[in-house]
């Protein structure tokens, strides 16, 4: 309670405050920008409480995912969290928003969080959505934080929804048509595919894993990697057109994964400026591409934030004074 | 009171609302039971039931788009044939409108392991409270900004209408199991709720009956659920054949260890749904013993069911009502029901110290004011039991930024007083 108290405490004396995680995210939106003098505030670290009997666990949002993950793997549990890099903290990853790779199966980041306590602008120290796995009382903060970039408020602590570990997951590949696989297997966990070949995850109780591959002659291979490249960014499209993205992907010098059924395609590229013909490509599909390292001069998100006037409303009510990570997440001034 | 045709048709009316400082009122099927769509004082109540198309269904991507009317089965009934489903499915499925849904976050049964209205709406084309006509969320998986959408789900009309919504469906899962439990306490079937949870298995149903409402059930639709049972509980598994079958043995074994009496599993689809349909007719079936009930939502941590429902019993007993439980019992969302009869004098005051009781029970076993029919008029005024005054604060200055005006739905969630240093006073000729 105290540390909490005392990052409320520093954001109330600060004229502007940069909120900083594990660093693992940093490409993530624009620079931090301010002409006065910037206080740096992190969230505390630690589990509060597990409750595996619940599906549930409270955790400072300081904490790294991997302590995390150590924490109810002792449970036999996890929550799909799933950073590319662990040391990723709670907190940072929800203020980025990013969700993991088994989206398809598990759902996007912002249905895992069921509380969140925030120190907002002010100071002060704001609670909202329940400790239970169902709730409807009053407004759900929880998910307008999650991909909030740290302008509405430094995410203290959080009540997480776990699950039971699959008693199987494994990695296949094969070479049918990602639109097949998707019909015809019971929920996957990811169809990671590259324009050549799918990466299929399936979980669950092995006998079914196994049966499903050999329905579809899957060949047991290891996890895909991300698209390699010092500058890296991912795509949110319609998934009914990563097939029409990836014919103009071809043609650009990116490699790319796209999670088939969920629309993120994940790209890199040694060149900055095949990023941006990327997201050229993206945005003629009706997508945008998020930039998430690399590529100092490209735009953060290439795309203004729809509904800008709402948009400002909304993060005026949680920091009227405009204090938490300034510029982070850029809303384009409305005409009044 | 006026039936739109069209999202343009609402924006002109919440316009015309606008232009005369008249507050507007949301309305789809008026099912909802925390008074969302209650008008209070003089309002315009725009309903959606005209309203009730179901716009395109993309069987490739599994997603619909609907209108705010359509009825929350129909889309179910509709996606059928292509092998999916619409996973929300409350109790009230056959009436209740997707535009209510959106607008109390609404649960149902198969909503324990597929979550609530808010997992499976993608995009919600509103009317803001200035007659704006705009998209929030979309098909694309992540938008730039604040998730709106999910700020707009379960806000009870107070932060614009939907005219128009994305859905997500889900393919038919190829195995489907449903067992009905029996036990010789309510203790017993409670601690089964928790131990299958723990056991690590997530089914896709879990309900719970207590004795009379069990009995009452048995006797309008004949399901086969055992008069002399203390509690039962139906359990639905699914997904792929090895997975459920290990599943239902897991469950049979935990229910045998808290001392189940029977553990019956469906042997085919008939079964299956005269099960099912024995608690879909819960609240129907109460007519037959009382002309009248009310029925209580909230949620505790599942591992305080037991004496959560021990401590209901009391409160019902005290008040000298008749209490029956049939809920949603693996996500720990109790539904109490008080029964009565309306003629009683004096019966009103015991049933709302009953009701008030109830919840403040569940809030003290660190549980929550409602888990799916929302806060509306009926909770308002216990929402500073669960939030302080800075929680509710920042609640009441989201949602005047999204409704600078005030005339979306007002006296509803918040109540007054919310705003810090706001005056409590009441408004002339306003409804407390
Ligand atoms: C017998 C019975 C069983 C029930 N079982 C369940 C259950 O299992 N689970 C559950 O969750 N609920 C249940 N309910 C409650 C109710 O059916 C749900 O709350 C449902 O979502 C309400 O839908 P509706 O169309 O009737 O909405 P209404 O009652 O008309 O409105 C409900 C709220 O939503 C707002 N609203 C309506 N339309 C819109 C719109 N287009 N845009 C924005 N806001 C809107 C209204 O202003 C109001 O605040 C049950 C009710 C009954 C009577």
């Known amino acids: 309670m105290s540390a909490i108290e005392d990052v409320a405490r520093s954001v109330e004396r600060a004229a502007a405050v940069e909120i900083t995680g594990a660093g693992t995210h940093c490409g993530i939106g624009a620079p931090v920008v301010t002409e006065g003098p910037l206080t740096r505030v992190a969230a505390p670290a630690g589990i509060v409480d597990v409750q595996p009997a619940d599906m549930t666990v409270r955790v400072l949002a300081g904490t790294p995912v991997a302590s995390l993950a150590a924490a109810l793997a002792e449970h036999g549990q996890e929550c799909p969290l799933d950073p590319e890099d662990a040391r990723a903290t709670v907190g940072g990853v929800l203020a980025c928003g990013v969700s993991g790779p088994r989206r398809l199966r598990h759902g996007p980041l912002r249905d895992a969080v069921l509380e969140v306590r925030v120190v907002t602008g002010e100071g002060r120290v704001v609670r909202g959505g329940g400790p239970t796995v169902k709730n409807v009382t009053g407004y759900d903060l929880p998910r307008l934080l999650v991909g909030s970039h740290g302008t509405l408020g430094v995410v203290v602590e959080v009540v997480l929804r776990t699950q039971p570990r699959a008693e199987t997951g494994r990695w296949f590949t094969t070479t049918a048509a990602p639109g097949e696989l998707r019909a015809r297997l019971y929920r996957p966990a990811c169809l990671a595919w590259d324009g050549a070949r799918t990466h299929v995850l399936l979980e669950g109780h092995a006998a079914d894993v196994d049966a499903e591959a050999r329905m579809l002659d899957l060949v047991p291979t290891a996890s895909p990697s991300r698209p390699p490249g010092a500058h890296r960014g991912r795509i949110s499209v319609e998934a009914r057109r990563i097939g029409a993205l990836a014919t103009r992907l071809r043609d650009l010098e990116v490699t790319w994964l796209a999670e088939v059924g969920v629309g993120t395609v994940h790209v890199g590229a040694t060149d900055p400026g095949a990023l941006d013909a990327a997201r050229f490509a993206a945005s003629a599909e009706g997508g945008w591409l998020l930039r998430e390292a690399g590529a100092p001069d490209l735009d953060p998100f290439g795309l203004p934030v729809p509904n800008s006037a709402l948009h400002e409303r909304v993060r005026a009510a949680f920091d009227p004074l405009g204090k938490l990570n300034p510029g982070r997440l850029p809303i384009a001034q409305v005409q009044t | ?432």
């Not at chain 2, 039936?3 to 343009?8: G, H, M, Q, T």
């Not at chain 2, 598994?237 to 001392?259: F, K, M, N, T, Y």
């Not at chain 2, 003629?343 to 003290?364: L, Q």
């Not at chain 2, 930024?401 to 240093?421: I, T």
């Open chain 2, 1 to 432: 009171m006026c039936f739109p045709e069209s999202i343009e048709e609402i924006s002109a009316a919440v316009g015309i609302a606008c232009r005369h400082r008249v507050p507007f009122v949301a309305r789809g099927s008026g099912t909802g039971l925390a008074g969302g769509a209650t008008p209070v004082g003089d309002p315009l109540v725009i309903v959606t039931t005209r309203m009730n198309r179901i716009l395109e269904i993309d069987a490739a991507d599994r997603v619909a788009w609907v209108e705010p009317g359509v009825c929350n089965l129909d889309l179910s009934r509709s996606a059928r044939h292509l092998g999916l489903h619409y996973a929300p499915d409350p109790s009230s499925q056959q009436a209740c409108s997707i535009g209510g849904n959106v607008g109390t976050n609404a649960g149902g049964p198969h909503c324990l392991r597929d979550g609530v209205t808010s997992a499976h709406v993608l995009a919600v084309d509103v009317v803001l409270a200035d007659g704006v006509i705009t998209r929030l969320g979309g098909l694309a998986p992540d938008t730039p900004g604040y998730d709106l959408r999910g700020c707009f789900v379960g806000s009870e009309g107070t932060m614009g209408i939907a005219g128009r919504i994305a859905v997500r469906l889900l393919p038919d899962p190829p195995a489907v199991r449903t067992l009905l439990l029996d036990f010789a306490s309510v203790a017993a079937a409670a601690a089964t709720v928790s131990g299958i949870i723990a056991a690590g298995i997530v089914p896709a149903a879990l309900e719970m009956m207590d004795a009379p409402i069990t009995r009452l059930v048995e006797d309008f639709v004949g399901a086969g659920y055992p008069r002399d049972a203390e509690a039962v509980l139906l359990v639905e598994v699914s997904g792929l054949p090895e997975g459920v079958a290990a599943e239902v043995s897991g469950i049979g074994q935990v229910g045998r260890d808290h001392g189940a009496r029977h553990v019956r599993v469906a042997a085919d689809d008939a079964e299956r749904e005269l099960l099912w349909k024995g608690r879909k007719s819960a609240f129907g079936a109460i007519a037959r013993i009382a002309p009248d009930y009310y029925l209580h939502d909230a949620v505790v941590p599942r591992t305080r069911l037991v004496e959560v429902l021990a401590r209901v019993r009391e409160i019902a007993a005290a008040q000298d009502l008749l209490v029956m439980n049939v809920f949603h019992a693996g996500d720990g969302n109790l539904h109490p029901l008080l029964v009565f009869d309306a003629r009683e004098p004096g019966i009103w005051e015991r049933v709302h110290a009953a009701g008030n009781g109830i919840v403040r029970a569940c809030v003290e076993a660190g549980g929550v004011l409602s888990g799916e029919h929302g806060i509306g008029l009926e909770k308002r005024d216990l929402m500073p039991l669960v939030f302080d005054p800075d929680d509710l604060d920042a609640q009441a200055r989201l949602r005047d930024a999204f409704d600078p005006s005030g005339l979306a739905n007002p006296e509803k969630v918040l109540p007054r007083g919310s705003r810090c240093g706001e005056a409590t006073r009441a408004p002339e000729g306003t409804w407390v």
